[in-house]
């Protein structure tokens, strides 16, 4: 049963360019709203998260917006460079339950 | 680098075969995870233990077997496993079960012949 759903499945982006990541969410209880980036053989890595009380947060080149009526939230990358292409999942959490988005795979061109 | 440490890398195991696979983390969580990873989907969870006791088990098979000897340690022993088994196993730690952001480590490379 799959409660978060991301898109795209999969994104190039020029050098330079946004990428815009998409995820939806139907339980309400979720509370916790994490994005993970993963490269090649490597595990997932925490990337930047929210919680349902912010409808914005920004680190760096990476900024989560939160939707709580729509029950949606997206991250965006800015000035996209080709060390960002990775798979990136989103994800949403209430107590135990962590459930993933699908994965989008990014690739950033040169 | 990761701070929640597993080995082996990669392992190949025939289906007879019985192998654990390792994961230690020293940042003082209490909760520690295994998650299958299969080629281009998500991590999907199996066990959850919080204080070294078994917290969530997702009806996994019972050729896997986890063990917590400690608050630092987690094991996951592998038994008459099958050809579909083979994937990415992925383990994380939390500070407590439910709270803060998970921790994964590299995984290992099952491959099951």
């Known amino acids: 049963q799959q409660q978060v759903k991301q898109s795209p499945q999969s994104l190039i982006v020029q050098k330079g360019g946004i990428s815009i990541i998409n995820c939806a969410y139907e339980?309400?209880?979720?509370?916790?709203f994490p994005w993970y980036q993963q490269f090649p053989g490597k595990g997932p890595a925490l990337l930047i998260a929210?919680?349902?009380?912010?409808s914005e947060k920004k680190e760096g080149r990476f900024t989560i917006s939160f939707n709580k009526s729509a029950k949606q939230f997206s991250l965006h990358i800015m000035d996209s460079q080709p060390g960002d292409s990775a798979t990136y999942f989103c994800a949403a959490r209430f107590d135990n339950d962590m459930r993933f988005g699908a994965g989008t795979r990014l690739t950033v061109k040169p | 680098d990761t701070e929640v440490t597993q080995t082996p890398k990669h392992l190949v195991m025939g289906m007879t075969n019985k192998k654990s696979l390792k994961c230690e983390q020293h940042?003082?969580?209490?909760?520690m995870y295994w998650y299958k990873q299969k080629a281009k989907k998500p991590p999907e969870l199996m066990f959850v233990y919080s204080y070294e006791k078994l917290s969530i088990n997702e009806s996994v098979p019972s050729r896997f077997s986890p063990e917590c000897p400690n608050s630092s340690l987690l094991n996951l022993h592998l038994h008459a496993l099958q050809p579909e088994d083979s994937a990415l196993y992925l383990c994380?730690?939390?500070?407590?079960?439910?709270?803060?952001?998970?921790?994964f480590g590299n995984g290992t490379r099952l491959t099951v012949t």
């Open positions: 940042m003082g969580h209490r909760a």
């Open positions: 339980n309400t209880a979720f509370d916790y």
């Open positions: 994380a730690s939390s500070q407590e079960i439910g709270s803060g952001p998970l921790h």
């Open positions: 929210i919680r349902p009380d912010v």
